[in-house]
């Protein structure tokens, strides 16, 4: 499979000149309004995780997964139980292992969630998701 690098802006001016600039400086705000809701809440769960990572020295890992997923269930106005599945039975993980994976990644332990993610974008949002995966998971 084929994964998007980065892309690119083509200016053409009536003058001739060509310009070439690469598309980038996008908030995550702006990159994730572009994907599919479910790699949109997905990501936004592991954007919650760093947060709470870095303000929550003390808390265990299984707590700041929990706290995370109920936060982004209220900012997307959905239950809990959505945005876990998300994160594990769409992706063919338990939570342990979805829990794991997660901090193995942002731990840069492993790549394999990041990984588990790209091979799991949907077929009609491919190029939207795998920018956003990429992007945010950088």
């Not at 060509?18 to 994730?32: A, C, K, Q, R, T």
């Not at 995780?49 to 890992?61: C, G």
Request: proline letters at 1%; charged letters at 25%.
């Amino acid at each position: 499979m084929d994964t998007i690098l980065a892309k690119y802006e083509l200016t053409v001016y009536s003058s001739g000149k060509v310009n070439i600039s690469p598309l980038e400086n996008f908030s995550n705000d702006e990159v994730l309004s572009k994907c599919s809701s479910r790699i949109q809440q997905i990501l936004s769960t592991i954007n919650t995780i760093k947060t709470l990572v870095a303000e929550n020295h003390d808390t265990s890992d299984a707590e700041i997964y929990t706290n995370a997923l109920k936060k982004v269930s209220e900012e997307f106005g959905v239950n809990f139980t959505t945005i876990s599945d998300k994160l594990t039975r769409q992706l063919n993980l338990n939570s342990e292992e979805a829990r794991t994976m997660i901090f193995e990644y942002l731990r840069n332990i492993s790549p394999e969630f990041k990984n588990k993610l790209l091979d799991n974008v949907g077929k009609n949002t491919k190029e939207s998701d795998t920018i956003a995966i990429n992007t945010i998971l950088n």
